[in-house]
């Protein structure tokens, strides 16, 4: 069972003056603002731009996104919003160039937790399921989202009662940098491909205490998603009082300390890979090898089905990936995506928090990654760990866990720089190759020239 948490206080609000299921209902009243609930949008500030035909989406066109992006590349989603995840991404597909309908990849993702404790054992919050993280959702103005849409999202239990449609939303594009590049050696006579990309963003920002949460979405022309979360706003005045010894100065001389802290962020990801939900999961770990004499050490790379249940860690040579049981590309290989963590400083004080992912087998009552608010039965824990006992995977869902421990520093003085803490779905074999291949290098697949 999980363990027992402390009574805590709601912190306070700045200055008085986060596969075919549906989303759960978790109380008698609505948490779930989806196509049908939601008010009407706002006119679109400027519309993405729309792909090729294909099938219509199962949202209305207020709730739909379709963005294409460098080399033809499409991406299509619906979102929705609930009242204690934010938002919600659901049907999301790519399609490549030269693929003749979309790929359906995940099913549902959304942030499944923000787990906050403070370093002298004093406070710990769970922001989403009780904190009020969706309900804190942020007006963007319009210079927040150049070049974009910002939608009207209808926020369940508005902490704004009259006023519960929020312009929060924005769907835009930014620039990626270099999706590739390959040039001649010096002197050679030879073309230089290169190809400067643009990700589809979807992000929103939600109030919680004093911090203010930047929840954002990736979409890349080569088809991976960056799911990130950036914490701004101020450090809790509160805090700076020196009382555990452990804080650091923030003021002049060594005055005013401020409560060293972590975000241990979860997220919830249901899989659909070419549309169904019997993905398969796969653990790859290499081990190296010192040979003797001088030589060059070897490789082996081994590759583990995961057909139960699973707690793991990632590892310098330790990584997963989700595979179809239907779609294969063009060379005949499984279509798969593998998670790729980024920076992160695992938090071993809650029994939810000493693993870096988990797959557990889908159940529509498991929502949160700690403090899960459904009733799941009087033997089912309140968080991921108790949910990993045994069970054969036939419809996996992923929970990969990000933290970050703030140690704050002068500069967090105000407003606060963001920090981020995330990682990528990177696609594995979905294409034959590089799905944004210029033409003339297009017969290029299992050799050179």
Known sequence: MPERRPAVTRRPRRRAAALTALPLLLTATALLTGPSAQAAPEAPVAPLRAGPAAPAPRCSAAYRITQTLEGGTVWRMCWHYEGNAGLVLDDVSYQPQGERAPIKVLTTAKLAQIHVPYDDGGNEYDDLTGQGFAQGLMKLDPAECPGGTIKTVRVPGAYDAAHPDVSGLCATTRARGHAYRMGPYPGEQAKTYQLQGKDLLLYTVNKTGWYEYISEWRFSGDGTMTLQIGATGTLSPSDFDAGDGRGTPIGKGAKDYATSHSHNVFWRLNFGLDGSAANKV????????????????????????????????????????????????????????????????????????????????YNKCEQFASNNLANCGARAGKSVDTWVNGQPLKHPIAWVNIGFHHIARDEDQEPMPVHWQGFQLVPRDVTAMNPLTPPALSGHNGHYG
């Open 282 to 361: 796969e653990q790859f770990d290499s081990a190296t090898t010192i040979r003797p004499g001088g030589s060059t050490p070897t490789i082996r790379t081994t590759r583990t089905p995961v057909t139960k249940e699973l707690a793991g860690d990632f590892g310098p040579l330790r990584w997963w990936r989700v595979v179809s049981d239907t779609g294969k590309n063009r060379d005949g290989h499984p279509r798969s995506y593998q998670i790729v963590p980024g920076p992160s400083s695992r938090y071993t004080g809650r029994s939810y928090t000493k693993h870096d992912i988990y797959f557990t087998e």
